[in-house]
């Protein structure tokens, strides 16, 4: 038993502020290769909980902190990947992969006594998300938000090449000869890139400390390894994923939300969409890929209802 228990670190505490009253518990809980850090925000209520599973990969659960405020009348849970935040980081690249990812997801709801939840995937967590659903049995899923969605991966490089494409002629040129040269880490490319991020990634300037936060806690070698170097220098083994054609396997309600700007855009994350038959898709204007950023209040509205249904 004592050796069972080191494997846990619980807090529970009382948050104050925007979530006055409200319960928060913190843990880690040992998966396939480590332990992963989580915490849940809110009481048990006869609503079904939120599980938060965050993108990258390899960019922490920090950046979606706001939708705690989904935890009113609900449990809302968020995790660290392994590999990044406050999640272990072995140096093994066997345990990068969509499996062993989903593999996390059962074992952190079992160890918190879930057995139906709802998934919210943003960006990569949409394609872990609808993984998950489509291959395990033992959790229920209720329902899928998927936010700034990537499941087709072909799609999404063509979508961010051509904004790439329509960035001033300077920064486009200097980023494909960087590439061309895989000379990632030169100052001008990050540059360059940064104004592909600013447009199309988070349109809030500048980026609020929760995005600053995620950054500093990336888990780069994860993030290389499975994506590439950027977002639109990708080599990394997602290269080729692709869900489009299992998309009409889902039966439960889904919502797609994406950004006007965002670089999973309207026009592909629509095309999700239309692969369910059970859908919602919704645009929110004047915001990019942290659409639950840049218009927090209108993604809190829109979830809320979509759960209400």
Not at 41 to 52: H, M, N, R
Not at 124 to 130: C, E, R
Not at 140 to 163: C, H, Q, T, Y
Request: proline share 3%; hydrophobic share 40%; glycine share 6%.
């Amino acid at each position: 038993m004592k050796k069972f228990l080191c494997f846990y670190f619980i807090i529970a505490v009382y948050v104050f502020g925007n979530n006055q009253g409200v319960i928060m518990k913190e843990g880690f809980v040992e998966v396939k290769g480590g332990k992963i850090w989580y915490k849940v925000v809110g009481e048990i209520t006869e609503k079904l909980p939120i599980l938060v599973i965050h993108g990258g990969p390899g960019v922490p659960h920090d950046y979606l902190e706001n939708l705690e405020k989904l935890a009113q009348n609900r449990q809302v849970i968020f995790y660290d990947q392994l590999g990044c935040g406050l999640s272990e980081k072995p140096n093994d690249t066997t345990l990068w992969n969509i499996d062993r990812f989903a593999g996390e997801i059962t074992v952190l709801l079992k160890h918190l006594n879930i057995n139906e939840v709802v998934l919210l995937g943003q960006s990569w967590g949409s394609m872990l998300a609808v993984h998950f659903y489509l291959n395990q049995s033992e959790i229920k899923v209720n329902s899928l938000i998927l936010s700034g969605p990537f499941l087709n991966a072909k799609m999404f490089a063509e979508d961010v090449r051509s904004m790439v494409d329509k960035l001033p002629e300077a920064d486009k040129n200097l980023i494909f000869e960087c590439e061309a040269k895989g000379d990632f880490t030169n100052a001008n490319y990050q540059e360059s890139m940064n104004k592909f991020y600013e447009l199309h990634v988070c349109r809030i300037n500048p980026f609020p400390d929760c995005m600053n936060n995620a950054i500093s806690k990336m888990g780069f070698e994860v993030y290389s390894y499975m994506w590439g170097a950027s977002e639109f220098s990708i080599y990394g083994t997602l290269k080729a994923a692709d869900y489009t054609e299992k998309l009409h396997l889902i039966d439960i309600p889904v919502l797609f939300t994406c950004g006007e700007f965002d670089e999973a855009t309207p026009k592909t994350t629509e095309y999700y969409s239309s692969k369910v038959k059970n859908s919602k898709f919704v645009v929110i204007n004047n915001a990019s890929h942290m659409h639950h950023l840049e218009n927090e209040e209108k993604y809190i509205k829109i979830v809320n209802n979509f759960l209400n249904l």
